[in-house]
């Protein structure tokens, strides 16, 4: 099951960067990089589950701790220059 889940993450993952290569705008990208992070977010996740192995959990919640700060603060770099 595990399996079947990184698979669907790596498809995620893929059309996740087409978007941050391709957007036309700027917040475009920045919803890209975002869902880059979550789905490697729920890679760690997963890898831990499949594996039994909590090494990388730590990174986990570093990652879920910064991610709402640095997009607050892109939101208000897009916002400041008007799109």
């Known amino acids: 099951m595990t399996t079947a889940a990184l698979v669907m993450l790596a498809l995620a993952a893929i059309c996740f960067s087409y978007r941050l290569l391709r957007g036309p705008l700027l917040a475009d990208r920045v919803i890209a990089l975002n ?3 979550l789905v ?3 890679t760690i996740a997963a ?8 090494a990388f959990l730590p990174a986990l919640v570093a990652l879920a701790l910064v991610g709402p700060i640095s997009n607050g603060m892109i939101a208000r770099f897009i916002e400041g220059r008007g799109g």
């Not at 890898?47 to 909590?54: L, P, V």
């Open 47 to 54: 890898h831990a589950a499949h594996t039994g192995n909590g």
């Open 35 to 37: 869902g880059l992070t």
């Open 40 to 42: 490697g977010m729920a």
